[in-house]
């Protein structure tokens, strides 16, 4: 073991966390805004659309992120093409990688979010929203008061795991030129041929850096919970 290089290389390592955290975060908030509607579209099974969106959540659940890293890299700039090919002067798209990373992460948190959301609805009593609504609360105040603050609770722990997934998946941007903790890692062992030693330091920023926001958010669950059921 070269422990002077993994000593070396940690700070280098640690140069790009930012990236990673901002391509987890901003591809999570994304999805979760995405996901809202899909939720209530097909808890309502709206026709048509609900339909549709139980097929976009098989898809994205179903198909490893880097085959949807890749498809969005390669599909999205030539889809904005075909959509703009007949307008005069039209060339090419090409995007930077990051907004290629955050669409993907976007859509395929968004599919797992979606669960999450109906997972955590589905857990709360519907008892009490039916209680509430014969006291003389409307839906909308019933659901405001007495479901959405139970159903957060219920909620983070998913979140959670979707949210370490996510952290963990931003390894496979490197593949379309974003350079990350894993990238970062790849591109020093390079030169040295250290592989094990960086891909130790890789591990040991990935388990502390899932570590805290796993407390973190737990910390939040078990705030949130203790506000709703006092």
């Not at 901002?22 to 999805?31: N, V």
């Not at 599909?75 to 075909?82: D, M, N, S």
């Not at 979707?162 to 030129?177: E, M, P, Q, R, S």
């Not at 350079?179 to 040295?192: P, R, W, Y």
């Amino acid at each position: 073991m070269n422990w002077n290089f993994m000593f070396q290389s940690m700070p280098k390592l640690l140069s790009v966390l930012p990236v990673t955290i901002f391509l987890s975060f901003i591809g999570i908030i994304f999805g979760l805004i995405l996901a809202v509607p899909i939720s209530i579209i097909r808890e309502k099974r709206i026709p048509i659309l609900s339909q549709l969106f139980d097929i976009y959540i098989s898809l994205f659940r179903g198909i490893p992120i880097i085959v949807q890293i890749y498809i969005v890299y390669y599909g999205l700039p030539r889809l904005l093409f075909l959509l703009n090919q007949n307008h005069p002067g039209a060339k090419g798209f090409t995007m930077p990688s990051m907004i290629i990373g955050i669409v993907a992460f976007a859509l395929n948190s968004s599919a797992n979010v979606s669960e999450a959301i109906r997972s955590a609805y589905h857990g709360v009593d519907k008892s009490q929203y039916d209680a509430a609504l014969s006291v003389g609360l409307t839906k909308a105040s019933a659901f405001q008061k007495i479901i959405i603050p139970q159903l957060i609770p219920n909620f983070i722990p998913n979140f959670t795991n979707i949210l370490l997934d996510l952290i963990k998946d931003t390894a496979l941007v490197y593949n379309i030129g974003i350079v990350e903790i894993m990238g970062q890692a790849n591109i020093l062992a390079s030169f040295s041929f250290n592989y094990l030693e960086a891909y130790l330091d890789a591990l040991i920023i990935y388990l502390v850096v899932c570590f805290v926001f796993a407390n973190l958010l737990s910390l939040l669950e078990n705030k949130i919970k203790k506000h709703v059921f006092a």
